[in-house]
């Protein structure tokens, strides 16, 4: 009789830890989706916020200076009190001069990094030259800066002995370098996804190996290489202090890298540090160049979107 009683007391605290854990696992079950939901709502709020802000704050620049003056003037002089100058033409000028070059010395490594990687490294030699290339990226860029204006310029100055201490051509360089972990992490990712069948039926045909990773490899991932080269592109017009420590504080509409430069981002900097008073025409100025950078990178990842999904290869 007594065996019986423990069997149903024990029936009994079974059934009711099971009817709790089935309440726990409910709880946990209609909590979650609602606490990720609010995440994700924090997120697009905070988006229409940045974005709100920036478009209520050059509305008010532009009621004080007139929009066609601002995109077709050459000079970008806003601190002469006499006659101010807001031409934004000389600040995308010194950004688009910075992005070409970077474009220049990271386009032909990251890929090259990436076809290295994806092709022809052992696992072993992949595992450890990866994570050493992606500590790039984890650098600080005011380190990138510094490492520009102290060690790649004077080393340029003595091949170039006219480039001046502050130019476009050494934080150019220097944010190619800033953005090659991009595009080889990125690219190689693309070429990794290309099914090894392809790769083996090349071979099998003849092919070697640099003619599989160039004309077979190569244009089967040719959709993830160019968002990555997009996405890298609109890193380097957006950085910020490489080309403000390196680059100078001079707008200047010109395409010479020796020629002292200053991007939209230095700008904002410039004046972010105090040198306008709030409630200025001036101080209005950055949100209107915050504005022109950020429709510059939301086109670029736009393209680098409709790039992704025009070339994607479904296998």
């Known amino acids: 009789m007594e065996l019986k009683n423990e069997q149903i007391s024990i029936a009994k605290m079974i059934e009711e830890n ?11 079950e209609k909590s979650v989706p609602v606490f990720l939901f609010l995440m994700a709502i924090i997120s697009i709020l905070t988006t229409i916020g940045i974005v709100a802000t920036l478009l209520f704050e050059t509305f008010t620049f532009f009621s004080r200076v007139d929009f066609i003056h601002f995109i077709t003037s050459k000079e970008w002089l806003p601190f002469f009190e006499a006659d101010p100058k807001y031409g934004i033409i000389s600040l995308i ?3 688009l001069l910075v992005a070409l070059i970077a474009v220049i010395v990271a ?4 890929l090259a990094a990436a076809i290295y990687l994806s092709e022809y490294a052992s696992e ?3 595992k450890v030259i990866k994570p050493i290339l992606e500590v790039l990226a984890g650098i600080p860029t005011i380190v990138y800066g510094f490492f520009a204006l102290t060690f790649v310029t004077p080393v340029l100055q003595k091949i170039i002995p006219d480039l001046n201490f502050f130019n476009a051509l050494s934080p150019g360089i220097v944010v190619g370098i800033m953005i090659i972990p991009s595009i080889a992490s990125l690219s ?9 069948s392809m790769r083996e039926g090349a071979l099998a045909l003849g092919s070697t190996k640099l003619e599989v990773s160039l004309k ?4 089967a991932a040719l959709s993830g290489i160019i968002a990555s080269f997009v996405l890298g592109l609109s890193r380097a017009i957006g950085e910020t202090m490489i080309v403000t420590i390196a680059g100078g504080a001079k707008p200047n509409l010109t395409f010479d890298p020796t ?3 200053q991007t939209m981002t230095a700008y904002i900097v410039q004046v972010s540090l105090g040198d306008a008073a709030y409630g200025s025409t001036i101080y209005y100025s ?3 160049v915050g504005m022109t950078l950020f429709v510059f990178t939301l086109i670029m990842n736009l393209i680098a979107q409709w790039i992704s999904r025009r070339f994607r290869e479904e296998y």
């Open 18 to 28: 099971k009817r709790k854990n089935k309440f726990k696992q409910g709880l946990a």
């Open 93 to 95: 000028s010194g950004t």
């Open 107 to 110: 386009f032909p490594l990251g």
């Open 124 to 126: 072993r030699a992949r």
């Open 188 to 196: 190689e990712d693309a070429m990794s996804a290309v099914p090894r």
């Open 216 to 219: 077979v490899v190569l244009p």
């Open 259 to 261: 020629e002292t430069i």
């Open 286 to 288: 950055i949100y209107a």
